[in-house]
T-cell receptor, first 110, second 113 residues
Framework: RKEVEQDPGPFNVPEGATVAFNCTYSNSASQSFFWYRQDCRKEPKLLMSVYSSGNEDGRFTAQLNRASQYISLLIRDSKLSDSATYLCVVSGNQGGKLIFGQGTELSVKP | DAGVTQSPTHLIKTRGQQVTLRCSPISGHKSVSWYQQVLGQGPQFIFQYYEKEERGRGNFPDRFSARQFPNYSSELNVNALLLGDSALYLC????????????FGDGTRLSIL
């Protein structure tokens, strides 16, 4: 079993749609959780941290369920510029080790 | 303020050669981590350095080594290159060594012929 698993993609949605990404992780001792986005052939960029109480940043909402070891990202009113690969990221056992899922590609169409 | 900077941007090597990749963290960041990303996968952790000491190592062979300098910049060395080492090598920096967000450089795209 992979340490971090994400929905297989790609997701193809029209502009204005709401899209949800799901992620599960295997290490119950993980302490920190993030969503990164990565544009084609670019570096990953931090989208948001994920907190147990859930958190929102504009059109983006992240949720964490520690009991189920499940993380989600909801994008409302999707824009063409949201097209990218979304990476679910979990902290590992070693200090600053981040464990990345394989990513889910999103394509927003006009 | 400058972000994480990596050099070179692209590199072409042949099997058996050695390569050194360089990274400068964001000013004030003391931790540098290295990741390898092959096409279609998420980045894989190679090393973390904090205050010039290795704090974590991923599941990579001993051909991979790294170090951090007093100014917190870092080098990743790979010896005896294999075709499978072709990947995007990413450097990330953070303030400390703990579980906090890391900020990535543009990466070095390494191709092995």
């Amino acid at each position: 079993r992979k340490e971090v698993e994400q929905d297989p993609g790609p997701f193809n949605v029209p502009e204005g749609a709401t899209v949800a990404f799901n992620c599960t992780y295997s290490n119950s001792a993980s302490q920190s959780f993030f969503w990164y986005r990565q544009d084609c052939r670019k570096e990953p960029k931090l989208l948001m941290s994920v907190y147990s109480s859930g958190n929102e940043d504009g059109r983006f909402t992240a949720q964490l369920n520690r009991a189920s070891q499940y993380i989600s990202l909801l994008i409302r009113d999707s824009k063409l510029s949201d097209s990218a690969t979304y990476l679910c990221v979990v902290s590992g056992n070693q200090g600053g080790k981040l464990i990345f899922g394989q990513g889910t590609e999103l394509s927003v169409k006009p | 303020d400058a972000g994480v900077t990596q050099s070179p941007t692209h590199l072409i090597k042949t099997r058996g050669q050695q390569v050194t990749l360089r990274c400068s963290p964001i000013s004030g960041h003391k931790s540098v981590s290295w990741y390898q990303q092959v096409l279609g996968q998420g980045p894989q952790f190679i090393f973390q350095y904090y205050e010039k000491e290795e704090r974590g190592r991923g599941n990579f062979p001993d051909r991979f080594s790294a170090r951090q300098f007093p100014n917190y910049s870092s080098e990743l060395n790979v010896n005896a290159l294999l075709l499978g080492d072709s990947a995007l090598y990413l450097c990330a920096s953070s303030l400390g060594a703990g579980n906090q967000p890391q900020h990535f450089g543009d990466g070095t795209r390494l191709s092995i012929l």
